[in-house]
């Protein structure tokens, strides 16, 4: 059976004889790029909303709960810097536990990767159009119950077809279109800090009503319920295009780093200059019934009720910018990662078709189409995207895992970044993965399970069916390294279940509950390195992936 994960330099074929792949991934990206791609990722709707919905959630002490959702994306984004520079491939967060656990583990990965990414670009779509109902024009656009009407679903469907259409034109285009807008989502967050802070700042408002008014219990469910890590995430961009980066080793741990720190920087004053700037009678009634005039639209209602409507406007705007970058670059990811998921043999090698831009043109017609299902005005529906999207942090936990075994079994292998104390930090990564998991509830986690139902059936069904027909990419599902995924899978739903975050029965008392995921963690953890696969397998299902310095192109 052929190696299941083959890149060639451009201009060349794959080899295989389908014809499925006759052009490659084209390396036009350069460090700028790289990094507007992961900070035009982490800054999208996340920060028109966050800081309301955190500091609902934990009052002022919200600003620790972004520290600790820092602190976990760092310890991720450390590992991913490592396994990034290792295998500059595209779509590598999905592929990593394929190369240190085979096939069964990386169609598990994979899945939770391309659903987090499909779903995200309709939903920031949703986004731009419910903040553009501040425009009388744009009112038509939304049910009552929040769903699209007939006007509003054909905005949505133009506005996914925008995106496809600049991923269309290629890497470079792409590349320069989102550094435009990435410079807009930045300027205009810092304007409004510096704006607000200037203007109506009020230090006491962190302590009149106490500053963590909800104990610790808020502050951590604030970290996953309020969107403080859904708005972080985003670093892996730049992984998920390095297949297209001009040096890759050297520039993708600096993107993925560099774009965290900027991430993290600006929400974190953005919360301070929204509490800040807050009227005192708009949470005299506590933190969790805060309520002003345009509260919908947080920092833009804040502005008019602080008298600078000129602000207002410009935020008005961005609403449209922010969002429309991230839905732009996470429809670039999804095809990017089932074009990954495919030379790996969980998906038809379709999704390897490249046209003459070296752009995965398959895997986009379907991010549309995914896309398209996504806007279909049902609440349920819509609800399970939003449940999905909000636990997206389950992919991650496959990239400490994948880094533990590789540092264990290829401990020489080429490394243009090594992170320091990475046996430290990688089961602690794993961790606060699967706490930041458990924090969601289970009201979440149930959801979540049918969707990862559902992806084994269909991945495993393609995977079953590439096996019997001996297709050339049909994959090795390799179930002895796998064998403590299902416990993983199964063993955090029932804590959860048990536990007291989302609706759970409440039967394991704080602390001790989180005591028991990083304990039950850190087993899986040291279980997950010690099966495996051996060196020998490793090496061989990465031969065909190494990529060429960008000088060699």
């Not at 990811?333 to 070296?358: C, H, M, V």
Request: with cysteine.
């Amino acid at each position: 059976m052929a190696s299941l994960n083959q890149i060639s330099p451009p201009g060349q074929s794959t080899g295989a004889e389908s014809g499925t792949t006759n052009r490659s991934l084209k390396r036009h990206v350069g460090l700028i790029g790289l990094m507007w791609a992961s900070v035009g990722s982490i800054i999208g709707s996340g920060w028109l909303f966050g800081a309301k919905n955190a500091v609902v959630a934990a009052g002022p002490a919200a600003l620790l709960s972004w520290g600790i959702g820092a602190v976990a994306i760092v310890l991720l984004a450390f590992v991913h810097a490592e396994l990034g520079g290792m295998f500059p491939v595209a779509g590598g967060t999905a592929r990593y536990p394929h190369y240190a656990f085979g096939g069964l583990a990386g169609m598990s990965f994979g899945w939770f990767s391309w659903l987090q990414a499909a779903t995200v670009a309709p939903i920031e779509v949703e986004a731009m159009i419910g903040y553009a109902g501040h425009w009388q024009f744009a009112k038509s656009f939304l049910n009552a119950n929040g769903t699209l009407t007939t006007s509003g679903f054909i905005v949505a469907v133009l506005l996914m077809a925008v995106f496809v259409a600049v991923n269309f034109l290629g890497v470079r285009v792409l590349a320069a279109t989102n550094s435009i807008a990435t410079w807009l989502k930045i300027g205009v967050p810092l304007l409004t800090i510096l704006a607000l802070s200037i203007t109506n700042f009020h230090a006491s408002n962190f302590t009149s009503h106490g500053f963590a008014p909800f104990g610790a219990k808020g502050v951590l469910a604030a970290i996953s319920s309020s969107g403080i890590i859904f708005a972080l995430l985003g670093f892996e961009q730049a992984i998920q295009i390095s297949g297209e980066s001009r040096n890759p080793k050297r520039d993708i741990p600096r993107a993925v780093l560099g774009s965290v720190a900027i991430g993290t920087l600006i929400y974190v004053l953005l919360q301070v200059a929204f509490i800040g700037s807050l009227p005192v009678s708009s949470f005299v009634n506590g933190w969790d019934k805060l309520d002003f005039p345009g509260i919908e639209g947080p920092f833009a209602g804040l502005a008019t009720l602080v008298g600078l409507g000129w602000l207002s406007w410009v935020l008005y705007f961005d609403a449209i910018v922010s969002p429309g970058g991230t839905g732009l670059i996470y429809t670039t990811s999804t095809s990017r990662i089932s074009y990954g998921l495919s030379k790996n043999g969980y998906a038809p090698q379709q999704f390897e078709k490249l046209d003459k831009n070296g752009v995965p043109w398959f895997g986009l017609v379907m991010s549309f189409i995914t896309g398209v299902i996504c806007f279909l005005p049902f609440p349920s529906w819509q609800e399970l995207v939003g449940f999905i999207t909000s636990a997206s942090v389950l992919m991650y936990a496959g990239a400490p895992l994948a880094f533990g075994a590789l540092r264990r079994r290829l401990p020489d292998r080429e490394r243009s970044y090594r992170l320091p104390f990475g046996e430290i930090i990688s089961p602690a990564a794993f961790v606060v993965s699967s706490l930041i998991i458990y924090w969601s509830g289970w009201h979440t986690l149930s959801r979540l399970g049918m969707a990862i139902v559902l992806g084994y059936g269909l991945l495993g069904s393609y995977a079953w069916y590439a096996t019997r027909k001996g297709l050339p990419n049909a994959p090795r599902l390799s179930w002895k390294s796998a064998q403590w995924l299902p416990v993983y899978l199964l063993g955090l739903g029932l804590i959860s279940w048990q536990g007291g975050f989302g609706d759970g029965a409440g039967r394991i008392p704080m602390w001790y509950d989180m005591a028991l995921v990083a304990v039950f963690a850190l087993a899986i953890y040291f279980w997950a390195i010690r099966v495996a696969l051996p060196a020998e397998a490793i090496e061989r299902e990465v031969a065909d992936v190494e990529v060429v310095d960008a000088g060699g192109h």
